[in-house]
């Protein structure tokens, strides 16, 4: 299951079988929004502070409408034989796929880099409490130690 | 790692994108593949020396140690 839905298409597959990859991962994230968009809406209902409630509600609508967006495009890519070859050529070419790789680590780092320049400064600036978000950094850290131990024993 | 890809290609009279198209992969991992900025996986290696009807050693020479 983590296998079709997180590790990327292999070169060499047919358009049916990328078909059928990107269904499954399709009806995998509706199930999430669905349940996400019903949490986050029976949580809001639950907040007393009005700050707290439109922020969920306007969570919950920014998740509705990009999982509309993303149906609505594999709706387009399922009806489009053309559209549907071309989108396997470029999630199947290995250069893309290492490029988009780099690309994301590169992003990963930088990330870890600005919340800690942003972590110190509200360390010094704002509450000295604010030290105890770089556990938040180690946790990623751990969490991506996790996550490719995982992935390294089912991939 | 040298290949003699740009060279079959034009022997063959096809451009980039047909040959992309062919091998099912995007015009910029050709042209990548030709300036020799790009080392192909051994899926895409064989799939192209197939696509030629050679052995892979006459398509991509292997240089020593060097891997760029």
């Given at each position: 299951m983590i296998n079709k839905l997180f590790a990327s298409p292999k070169p060499g597959i047919t358009d049916d079988e990328y078909r059928a990859k990107i269904k499954y991962q399709v009806n995998f994230l509706t199930i999430v929004i669905i349940l996400t968009v019903t949490i986050t809406m029976l949580l809001a209902s639950l907040q007393k502070s009005p700050a707290s409630r439109s922020f969920l509600r306007g969570f919950s609508s920014g998740i509705l409408g990009g999982g509309i967006g993303t149906i609505i495009t594999s709706r387009i890519l399922f009806h489009n034989r053309k559209y549907l070859h071309k989108s396997k050529i470029k999630a199947t070419d290995e250069r893309l796929q290492e490029i988009t790789h780099r690309a994301n680590t590169i992003t990963f780092i930088m990330l870890l880099i600005v919340s800690y320049i942003a972590i110190c400064w509200a360390t010094f600036?704002?509450?000295?409490?604010?030290?105890?978000?770089?556990l938040l950094i180690v946790l990623i850290y751990l969490f991506n130690s996790g996550v490719r131990y995982i992935l390294n024993k089912i991939l | 790692m040298i290949n003699r890809i740009q060279e079959l290609r034009k022997s063959r009279k096809l451009t980039q994108a047909e040959l992309a198209a062919e091998l099912e992969v995007t015009r910029q991992t050709v042209i990548s593949l030709e300036k020799g900025k790009y080392n192909a996986s051994l899926f895409l290696a064989h799939r192209i020396a197939e696509f030629f009807d050679l052995p892979i050693e006459d398509v991509f020479i292997f240089e020593g140690g060097k891997n760029d």
């Open positions: 600036y704002w509450d000295r409490r604010a030290a105890y978000l770089y | -």
